[in-house]
């Protein structure tokens, strides 16, 4: 427990609060100069959000892929590598798990695990490429990674037409009820939103988060080798396999985050123009929650409760949905503008704050 | 010039930073002209001293006098302007600049709204001239050597008019050749009326260099005397506060077996030529074998050879008998090596770790620090907690960040663990570097109690005080290559100064005697 206290000291919770809140001041300040009512427009996005089970409860889909994506983001930093390609590993997973749910006819103890496997590993070696071609051919994982989610996108979309598709539609063939991961209990009680067991999944990942890299042996060697490679290798480790690991690992976060949209929300896999950004969204929830996996968890529901929220403040204030984008843009640089954030609070910390600066 | 006078006079002066005192009511008086040692070991309280005076810091209490007037000195511009300057160990330079450019930067001459090089130039060329610190003011910082670079931070002192100059470790980035150098252009400025504070912990430099010398220890002087009326030994003992040996003390040897044998080690070089020729020797349990050379002959690579880091183009090695030629650095580290390695930022300690994770690098995974793939914290912080106990690591706790340990608590740190493992063989490179006087006698005595409970030991050093001290024989690299070997006893420095810059006359008769 003594690490848990170092992961989560005071600072690392007071400063997004305030960013946040720094945030939604300048949120407030551009909705008042598009002419619009902030604290009209605030109020029916936290009563989107909270008015009826079916809002909370859809709100609660949309969070949960923000939470794997986060991980697998926050995951491989923790190893020192910036795997910017969970857009592609997601979609990988989408697909394996649409091509084990569509061709195969399985009873449900089969068919449901063996779907999210297949589409877990489909996202896990997605990410391997990246790692295997920086571990071997010293690729930096950035540019490899961003350009396998367009192959990725293309792939998947080439599957789906080719293999997997409903005649004459854009889409696949309904996955089997067999694979098929939502709770019919919950979705009644709240009102037809629809609840799957992915989010008590992503949950569980958080927890996996915090187990792997900090209890385990192998996260002690992953997270050797992300802060000092050299003294991972003086140490005896095998620096170039550990980091195709990480890559892998993080890539079954988010294959896990694209099965559930598939076996639990929608049912189907449709071809896409362009991917739906719950990657990149991942990026800015790893970095809104410092990278620690409470952190994630909380930046994830922030992320995915404002972007649901927004449809609330466009009926409610008329928003539209570009200006809710510049509150959660601005929540973001002042997350990501810790320096900023700190002299802001200078003043208010005062001789603590910089007595402890001097101290360094 | 009134040679009485203070030109820095400090009185009381107190500094906290929590509930730590870094200084606490520092009396100092710097004289005009004078040379002036803060002596002290890493930690003592000196460069926050100077930081208060350079203006970077703000005593809590006591008062600054700068030539006979009181002040208060809110910052470093207003340093600058009382004619303070300062040294930094580590130089704050832009690289691509010119060293004039370097120079002027802030207070750039001009000429309309351009910037007026050629006066720049000019003005820079004459005090370099002046003071005979024969830089030229063209060339580009990332050009010219460290040493010269020193001289430019000198430059950029003299250029804001700096009367008094403070150096902050100066020598510790310097090779010989240029301490004597720069030990030079010190003596000249003094001469020419500059009064000069050194921060150090070297007391040759003291001896050498220095008119007074103000000894500190936890934040408090402990004396402060005419350098002339001391020596080396009463300094050394003011400084750590305690009897220093500087003498090891060692029994006579008793070689035992062959524990490591390198047999014609080759290893190919970045480019096509070989960074290790030809290599053999071996080191018998009980012994020392030191490995002298100017750094950058090889030995790093060799050590990188024997402990598997980067993989050798031919040749042996057999540790026990075993052969452990080209094996994963895990594989000879088990086989029983411990390795306290050149450079502890870079390899041997992870510095965002706890001090606790640190101590089980290189062996989380033995069953005793967990089972089943989880790591054993409680066993963990166990182990750290008897080896800091037992090798005297001043640490907050076990649970502070490497990073937060000063440079000889470090190396203590890294030598608990090795040591721990017990191996068969040692390897120990540069172990005392950028160490103070009371971690380097730990750290030899350590290494020798290690020696005579039967370990071999292969010491790598540049230092050649430190290889006399330590070894049972010396052996010479050259250009990748064993130039030979000799008996630490019976030694002929001049001959071993040759064999080191590459003559193999001395080299042989070194092996005839």
């Known amino acids: 427990m003594e690490n848990a206290k170092k992961i989560f000291n005071k600072t690392s919770f007071l400063i997004p609060a305030v960013a946040i809140l720094l945030?939604?001041?300048?949120?407030?300040?551009?909705?008042?100069?598009?002419?619009?009512?902030?604290?009209?427009?605030?109020?029916?996005?936290?009563e989107k959000l909270f008015s009826s089970?079916?809002?909370?409860?859809?709100?609660?889909?949309?969070?949960?892929?923000?939470?794997?994506?986060?991980?697998?983001?926050?995951?491989?930093?923790?190893?020192?590598?910036?795997?910017?390609?969970?857009?592609?590993?997601?979609?990988?997973?989408?697909?394996?798990?649409?091509?084990?749910?569509?061709?195969?006819?399985?009873?449900?103890?089969?068919?449901?695990?063996?779907?999210?496997?297949?589409?877990?590993?489909?996202?896990?070696?997605?990410?391997?490429?990246?790692?295997?071609?920086?571990?071997?051919?010293?690729?930096?994982?950035?540019?490899?990674?961003?350009?396998?989610?367009?192959?990725?996108?293309?792939?998947?979309?080439?599957?789906?037409?080719?293999?997997?598709?409903?005649?004459?539609?854009?889409?696949?063939?309904?996955?089997?009820?067999?694979?098929?991961?939502?709770?019919?209990?919950?979705?009644?009680?709240?009102?037809?939103?629809?609840?799957?067991?992915?989010?008590?999944?992503?949950?569980?990942?958080?927890?996996?988060?915090?187990?792997?890299?900090?209890?385990?042996?192998?996260?002690?060697?992953?997270?050797?080798?992300?802060?000092?490679?050299?003294?991972?290798?003086?140490?005896?480790?095998?620096?170039?396999?550990?980091?195709?690991?990480?890559?892998?690992?993080?890539?079954?976060?988010?294959?896990?985050?694209?099965?559930?949209?598939?076996?639990?929300?929608?049912?189907?896999?449709?071809?896409?123009?362009?991917?739906?950004?719950?990657?990149?969204?991942?990026?800015?929830?790893?970095?809104?929650?410092?990278?620690?996996?409470?952190?994630?968890?909380?930046?994830?529901?922030?992320?995915?409760?404002?972007?649901?929220?927004?449809?609330?403040?466009?009926?409610?204030?008329?928003?539209?949905?570009?200006?809710?984008?510049?509150?959660?843009?601005?929540?973001?640089?002042?997350?990501?503008?810790?320096?900023?954030?700190?002299?802001?609070?200078?003043?208010?910390?005062?001789?603590?704050?910089?007595?402890?600066?001097?101290?360094? | 010039m009134d040679r009485n006078q203070a030109a820095v006079q400090l009185k009381g002066i107190t500094k906290r930073f929590g509930s730590f005192t870094a200084n606490d009511s520092i009396d100092f008086e710097l004289k005009k002209g004078q040379i002036h040692a803060l002596l002290g070991e890493n930690g003592a309280g000196k460069s926050t001293l100077m930081n208060i005076v350079f203006g970077l810091y703000q005593p809590d209490e006591g008062e600054i006098w700068v030539n006979g007037e009181k002040t208060v000195i809110d910052g470093a511009a207003k340093a600058i302007g009382l004619g303070i300057g300062m040294v930094h160990q580590h130089f704050k330079l832009v690289q691509p600049f010119t060293v004039a450019e370097n120079i002027v930067l802030g207070n750039e001459p001009v000429k309309g709204l351009k910037i007026d090089y050629k006066q720049a130039n000019e003005k820079v060329r004459s005090i370099s001239e002046r003071y005979g610190l024969k830089v030229d003011p063209q060339v580009r910082i990332k050009d010219i050597t460290v040493g010269m670079q020193q001289r430019v931070e000198i430059l950029k002192t003299l250029y804001r008019g700096a009367d008094i100059v403070i150096f902050d470790e100066p020598t510790a980035v310097l090779t010989v050749q240029e301490i004597e150098e720069l030990i030079e252009i010190i003596r000249n400025l003094a001469a020419e009326g500059k009064s000069i504070i050194i921060i150090t912990h070297k007391l040759k430099e003291v001896m050498a260099l220095t008119d007074m010398v103000t000894v500190i220890r936890r934040g408090k002087v402990i004396r402060t005397l005419p350098t002339k009326e001391t020596n080396e030994r009463q300094l050394a003992e003011l400084m750590v506060g305690r009897d220093v040996n500087f003498t090891v003390e060692k029994t006579k040897r008793r070689p035992g077996d062959i524990v490591l044998a390198v047999d014609a080690l080759h290893m190919k070089g970045e480019r096509s030529k070989n960074v290790l020729n030809d290599v053999t020797f071996e080191v018998r349990s009980g012994e020392i074998l030191g490995i002298a050379g100017v750094d950058g002959n090889g030995q790093s690579e060799l050590i990188y050879a024997i402990t598997g880091m980067r993989p050798v183009s031919g040749g042996s090695v057999r540790l026990n008998g075993q052969d452990l030629t080209n094996q994963s650095p895990r594989k000879v580290s088990v086989a029983g090596v411990g390795h306290i390695p050149e450079d502890r930022h870079k390899h041997g300690l992870v510095l965002d770790f706890t001090l606790s994770e640190n101590m089980i690098l290189g062996n989380y995974f033995k069953p005793e620090y967990g089972r089943y793939g989880f790591i054993d914290y409680s066993a963990m912080d166990k182990l750290a907690t008897q080896l800091v106990d037992e090798f005297d690591v001043r640490t907050s706790g076990i649970d502070a960040q490497a990073r937060a340990l000063s440079g000889g608590n470090q190396q203590k740190a890294i030598i608990a663990r090795e040591l721990h493992k017990n191996p068969d063989l040692l390897i120990a490179v540069q172990p005392t570097r950028g160490l103070d006087i009371g971690a380097i006698e730990y750290v030899h005595k350590r290494l020798v109690q290690a020696r005579n409970e039967g370990k071999a030991i292969l010491l790598v050093s540049f230092e050649l005080d430190e290889l006399y001290a330590l070894s049972d024989r010396i052996a010479v690299m050259y250009e990748g290559r064993l130039m030979g070997e000799v008996d630490a006893e019976n030694r002929d420095d001049q001959q071993l100064g040759l064999m080191m810059a590459g003559n193999k006359a001395a080299a042989a008769a070194g092996n005839g005697g």
């Open chain 1, 23 to 46: 945030g939604l001041i300048v949120g407030a300040i551009a909705m008042l100069a598009g002419g619009y009512n902030p604290i009209l427009a605030y109020s029916s996005l936290l």
């Open chain 1, 53 to 360: 089970s079916y809002n909370t409860g859809e709100a609660i889909r949309a969070i949960t892929p923000l939470i794997f994506t986060g991980i697998a983001v926050a995951f491989a930093f923790r190893t020192g590598l910036f795997n910017i390609g969970v857009e592609g590993q997601f979609m990988m997973g989408m697909t394996g798990a649409t091509i084990v749910g569509v061709t195969l006819d399985l009873p449900w103890f089969i068919h449901a695990p063996l779907a999210v496997l297949t589409g877990a590993v489909f996202g896990g070696l997605w990410a391997a490429i990246a790692g295997v071609l920086k571990a071997s051919r010293g690729v930096n994982e950035v540019i490899s990674s961003i350009m396998l989610n367009w192959i990725a996108l293309f792939l998947s979309n080439f599957i789906v037409a080719k293999f997997l598709v409903e005649k004459g539609q854009q889409k696949s063939r309904p996955v089997h009820d067999s694979a098929m991961l939502t709770i019919d209990w919950l979705i009644e009680l709240m009102d037809k939103a629809r609840m799957h067991w992915g989010t008590f999944v992503a949950l569980i990942c958080v927890a996996l988060f915090y187990m792997l890299l900090w209890r385990t042996k192998q996260g002690f060697e992953l997270r050797a080798v992300g802060h000092n490679p050299d003294a991972a290798l003086y140490a005896g480790m095998n620096v170039n396999r550990t980091m195709v690991k990480s890559m892998f690992i993080s890539g079954v976060f988010a294959g896990l985050g694209g099965v559930f949209e598939i076996l639990g929300v929608f049912g189907y896999q449709t071809v896409m123009a362009a991917s739906w950004g719950y990657g990149f969204d991942g990026i800015a929830v790893a970095l809104l929650g410092g990278n620690t996996p409470v952190g994630v968890l909380l930046g994830a529901i922030l992320f995915g409760g404002l972007t649901y929220g927004s449809t609330g403040m466009s009926f409610g204030a008329g928003v539209p949905s570009e200006v809710v984008r510049i509150v959660i843009g601005s929540v973001i640089f002042f997350v990501a503008s810790h320096g900023l954030v700190k002299w802001f609070l200078k003043p208010f910390l005062g001789r603590r704050a910089s007595k402890r600066k001097e101290a360094v």
